[in-house]
C-alpha cells in the first residue's frame, strides 16, 4: 500500500514532523510560540518527498478541486459554490490538505485528509470547523488535528493538584 493511500501512516508522519517544527522553533526562538504558516510550511518541506501536500488552502480552492474530483468520477456537472459554504467558511483556510494518487498527475489526485495544526489547546473550533467542513468536502474521508500541550512542569497548577492529590489520599487512608 502506498503511503498516499493510508490515512493512519501519512497522519503519524505528519504529527511526526509536526513535533519537529515545534522543536525547531522552539530551538531558533528561544521558546516563542511557532506560527501556524511555519508548522505547515515545515512538515510540506520534510514529507514533500512521500506526500503530496498543500499548506494554507483557502476554502474556495477547496470547494474546486472537490467539485473536480467528483466531475473525474462520476462525470456529474460541478456546481457553483453554494452560499452555505461561503457563509460558514468565507476566507479561511485549512493548515494543510494531504493528497492520495498518482503525484504526477496533480489534476487526478484526490484528498485523503484535511489537517489543522494546533500548539496549546484553545477550545474545539478546529475540530468544529473541520466537523463542518468534512460534509461539504465530501471526497476527503478524513480531517485530523495535530496538537502540542506544553505541559506546565513546574507551575502552580501542579503543585495544587499534587496537594489535592496527597489531600484525597490521606483522607481515603485515614
Not at 16 to 37: F, L, M, N, S, V
Not at 58 to 63: I, M, Q, T
Not at 125 to 138: G, H, N, S, V
Amino acid at each position: 500500500m502506498k503511503l498516499e493511500d493510508n490515512i493512519t501512516e501519512s497522519i503519524t508522519r505528519v504529527c511526526d514532523e509536526y513535533g519537529k517544527a515545534i522543536e525547531r522553533y522552539d530551538y531558533c526562538t528561544g521558546g516563542e510560540q511557532p506560527p501556524e504558516q511555519f508548522i505547515a510550511s515545515y512538515v510540506v518541506s520534510g514529507l514533500a518527498d512521500v506526500l503530496t501536500m498543500t499548506a494554507e488552502t483557502n476554502s474556495r480552492k477547496l470547494w474546486e478541486w472537490n467539485q473536480e474530483s467528483k466531475f473525474r468520477h462520476s462525470q456529474q456537472p460541478t456546481l457553483h459554490i453554494i452560499q452555505d459554504y461561503i457563509s460558514k467558511f468565507g476566507h479561511k483556510r485549512v493548515d494543510l490538505v494531504i493528497y492520495m494518487g498518482d503525484h504526477t498527475k496533480k489534476s487526478e489526485m484526490g484528498f485523503l485528509c484535511l489537517v489543522e495544526f494546533k500548539y496549546g489547546w484553545r477550545g474545539n473550533a478546529d475540530f468544529i470547523r473541520l466537523t463542518e467542513w468534512l460534509p461539504f468536502i465530501d471526497t476527503c474521508r478524513y480531517g485530523a488535528i495535530c496538537t502540542a500541550i506544553e505541559i506546565p512542569q513546574n507551575s502552580k497548577y501542579i503543585t495544587e493538584a499534587l496537594s489535592l492529590s496527597f489531600r484525597h489520599d490521606q483522607h481515603i487512608v485515614g
